[in-house]
């Protein structure tokens, strides 16, 4: 869509009520581990693959280093952080990809603590540079600079993502952020979705729309107590570019007995919407972490060869 329409698109969806809604009833299924083939919340350990083991340099976290190669000539690398969920998503990563570093931050229970350790916005910025201070020493350099930048969440590690988000500064080198069932909100008194709340996500989203970035968001059917549905906040997004989610079919490689129900896109911006409403169907979103990571970041990124 050229960017001109894609504009008045947009504005034609915020001319118009969003009003939130729960997922159908029909999304409200569960299956067992046993009908998954997997538990979701427990999957197979397939050790560090082309990695090394955990690394603690950075400031915050841990990150996984690749064996070989991932620095270009010119000291150039991709780094994607992750938040919340550090070795599940390890799990998943390990089994697609290669010479990208992988930094995995795990923080506590709840948004929260994300939001709050990421306000500082001084936190991003010593936490990219001590990732580049140990890339550069392990590939025997006297500097590496991140390339490119990639931020993923499941679950309340989207707090941390909504924060570096609001950083000018921060949010212009970030390439490509992943939300998997974990973009929350709050409600406004007039029945609305809280938008400032997820404005950064909006801005994101609408780079990605255009082409300028990548951006995909996963919803499971998850109703929560007292707050946005990751269904309600990623039809927000669709409707604030002046879209609606289409109807998917279950399809035969979806993770981890998810089954997909709505799909949106538009360049660099993605929505995948799966059914299921129990804890199982939560943790599968990390088993479609690897999809995202081979359909869309590792040939985006096409990061130096090992």
Known sequence: MPGAALAE????????????????????????????????????DPGFGAYEPWNRAPTLGQMLLPKRGGVSSSGDFDVMFHFHGHDPAR?????VMNGVVFVGITLG????KYEETFRDRAAFTKLVESVEQAVASHAGRKK???????????????GAVQEILRDPSARNRIDSVILLDGMHCGYASQGSL???????????????????????????SIIPPGYA??????????????????????????????????RFDRKGFHVRGFSGNDTMDHC?????????????????????SP
């Open 194 to 220: 809280n938008k400032p709340q997820i404005q950064p996500f909006i801005d994101y989203a609408q780079r990605a729309a255009s082409g300028d970035r990548f951006m995909l968001v996963s919803h499971s």
């Open 9 to 44: 698109s947009a504005q034609k969806a915020k001319a118009s009520t969003f009003t939130p809604a729960k997922p159908a009833a029909s999304t409200q299924v569960q299956k067992t581990a046993a009908e998954r083939g997997v538990n979701p919340c427990n999957s197979p």
């Open 91 to 95: 799990k998943e990563w390990v089994r």
């Open 109 to 112: 229970v709840g948004s929260g």
């Open 229 to 262: 549905a990751t269904t309600e906040t990623a039809n927000f997004l669709i409707h604030e570019l002046g879209g609606k989610p289409t109807k998917a079919k279950t399809r035969k490689g979806d993770p981890m007995g998810l089954e997909l129900i709505a």
């Open 284 to 304: 599968a979103h990390l088993g479609f972490f690897r999809d995202v990571l081979a359909s869309y970041v590792k040939p985006r990124w096409r990061a130096p």
């Open 144 to 158: 590496a600079r991140a390339r490119r930048i990639g931020l993923s969440a499941w679950s309340a590690g989207y």
